[in-house]
């Protein structure tokens, strides 16, 4: 308690250079006390300045004053000791390795608390006293602790560089603006501070402008998540009820070809023991008959047995032989067949409503301001890194085009083939969609011999009758490069466009569905691009094909 009281009268006593109690005191002219030590290394500093001064009050002495010991102070200071003031600064006032330390302090230097750039000094609290007292040092700029103070000291002329130059971008001082800059364009570092403050201005304002719009982006985003996971929650459990409903009525489908096979196999089996019963009695009969006449005839009284044979001889005629017609193992081969035909029929429902399940859920595109778009693909080894493998779809088939190869062929013949009725099939125009519909980047090749169409369409393109709807490029379903021995045209809503490009009996075909590019190139050992298109696509695409007469397109398989 003792020691906090009279805490004031130390800091009142102390030497502002090293902070503590002096040792040794003595006085400088200007009436300031300090360690005879502290104020002896200070001065030794400044020797080859020629000009001394007052750490405190900055007062310059032209010779280097006489220390006097000041022996009232000596005597207090030893007081003051015997009462407890010899505490010294607590630890954390202590500059570390990481901190700016005191200028001015002596020993182990304090924290410095402020940085002038005038004096290119840092000070702690008591050495930065005069800078608060004192009229002239009032002018200085005080900036937060800075390591970097001897930055704005110019090497060359030991001058604070005050003033920057446009010409070289750099910071100098006076003495380099009119030397080694002279005639440059240089300006006071305040007024270029000014300039770049307002630039700083500018940058922030769009900095934040770009946040603000990011923000918005990441909202937006977020809605579409959680529009993403709702819709995707919604499709399963509507999947989920038309698939329950569709087992359920499987299993009641099921249980009644079951019942029914059972009960007609029960009526039949009654109907066949029926007869077998009526046929045992018969036989029965007949066996008890042969015995009586068996019997007869080993009697040797003529007139006995000439009475008794009527009665014996005259048989009825069954009635239930001729009734008689078996079926071996092919009762219910009928009900068999229904039933495959069930299974076929549904499982080419379930494997095309799954390629449009696929398609319609294969991408959910999200998009920014502008996305960054795939390199495009230069020679073929990177084209094939993105081909596909594509097949045609029977059921689109001109009932005139023979498939085959796996359905990757398709050649004109003038016999009909032998297909089943379709809604998807092409009517009148001698044509065939691939089976698999396409998305993101796609590459695939054709391999043809005549006249032949190259072409994509949307799955709704018309299919039934001659009308221009249902044939490739003569709609705005369909894009379509025509290719023969001579030359090239490409087709799209009725307008045909000439192409140029060298003969080759295979066609490649690049399709970026994101990007809107359909690419046609001549295939040989380089590759040629024949046409382009740059459009949006609003829905997957199918490669198709047409086929005119004699001639026949193979979709390649590409390794």
Request: charged fraction near 30%; proline fraction near 4%.
């Amino acid at each position: 308690m003792a020691q906090k009281g009279v805490q004031p009268y130390r800091e009142t006593f102390s030497c502002s250079i090293c902070l503590d109690l002096p040792k040794d005191p003595v006085t400088v002219p200007c009436g300031h006390s300090y360690c005879k030590n502290c104020i002896k290394a200070h001065w030794d500093t400044e020797d080859e300045k020629r000009d001394y001064s007052c750490p405190q009050c900055r007062q310059t002495f032209t010779r280097r004053p006489v220390l006097g010991k000041n022996t009232m102070l000596a005597d207090l200071v030893e007081e003051l000791k015997k009462t407890g003031l010899q505490a010294a600064p607590s630890d954390h006032c202590y500059a570390g390795p990481e901190d700016v330390a005191c200028d001015v302090c002596t020993g182990r230097k304090l924290r410095a608390s402020k940085s002038c750039l005038q004096c290119l000094a840092s000070y702690c609290e008591k050495h930065l006293q005069p800078h608060f007292e004192i009229r002239v040092f009032k002018k200085h700029k005080l900036v937060e602790p800075s390591k970097k103070l001897p930055e704005n000291v110019c090497s060359r002329h030991d001058e604070v560089m005050k003033m920057f130059c446009h010409t070289d971008q750099q910071f100098i001082c006076y003495l380099c603006s009119v030397d080694e800059h002279k005639g440059h364009d240089t300006v006071s570092a305040a007024a270029e501070r000014t300039e770049r403050q307002r630039e700083l201005k500018g940058t922030r304002l769009n900095i934040q402008q770009r946040i603000q719009d990011r923000e918005k982006d990441v909202k937006l985003l977020q809605q579409e998540v959680e529009v993403i996971n709702g819709s995707a929650d919604k499709a399963v459990e509507h999947s989920e009820e038309m698939f329950t409903e569709l087992i359920r009525l499987m299993e009641k489908r099921r249980s009644d070809v079951k019942q029914q096979v059972r009960s007609q196999q029960e009526t039949e089996v009654s109907r066949v023991k029926e007869l077998q019963e009526k046929l045992e009695q018969e036989i029965t009969e007949l066996k008890r008959r042969d015995a009586e006449l068996q019997k007869l005839s080993h009697t040797e009284d003529h007139n006995q047995f000439l009475q008794d044979y009527p009665s014996l001889s005259g048989l009825s005629g069954s009635t239930h032989s001729c009734s008689i017609k078996t079926r071996p193992l092919s009762y219910f081969e009928d009900v068999t067949a229904a039933v495959s035909g069930v299974r076929d029929k549904l499982q080419d429902v379930l494997r095309e409503g799954w390629t449009n399940i696929s398609q319609t859920g294969t991408e959910v595109n999200v998009l920014l301001s502008q996305p960054r778009p795939e390199p495009e693909p230069k020679t073929r080894a990177e084209f094939l890194k993105y081909s596909r493998d594509i097949t045609l779809d029977p059921n689109t088939a001109y009932t005139k085009l023979l498939l085959s190869d796996g359905n990757r062929k398709a050649t004109y013949t003038f016999q009909v083939q032998s297909y089943s009725s379709h809604p998807d099939r092409f009517t009148d125009w001698f044509q065939v969609l691939s089976r698999e519909g396409l998305t993101g980047r796609c590459y695939w090749e054709v391999e043809r011999r005549g006249g032949v169409f190259v072409a994509v369409a949307y799955k709704n393109i018309s299919r039934a009758g001659s009308s221009l709807e249902c044939l490739f490029g003569r709609n705005d379903k369909s894009w379509s490069l025509y290719c023969d021995n001579t030359r090239y045209y490409f087709l799209f809503n009725q307008v045909e466009t000439p192409v140029s490009g060298p003969q080759s009996s295979r066609v490649g075909v690049c399709l970026d569905h994101r990007a809107g590019t359909l690419s046609f190139y001549s295939v040989s050992k380089t590759m040629t691009l024949l046409h382009r298109v740059q459009t949006t696509f609003t829905q997957p695409l199918h490669a198709g094909l047409c086929v005119y007469y004699s001639g026949s397109a193979e979709l390649c398989r590409l390794e």
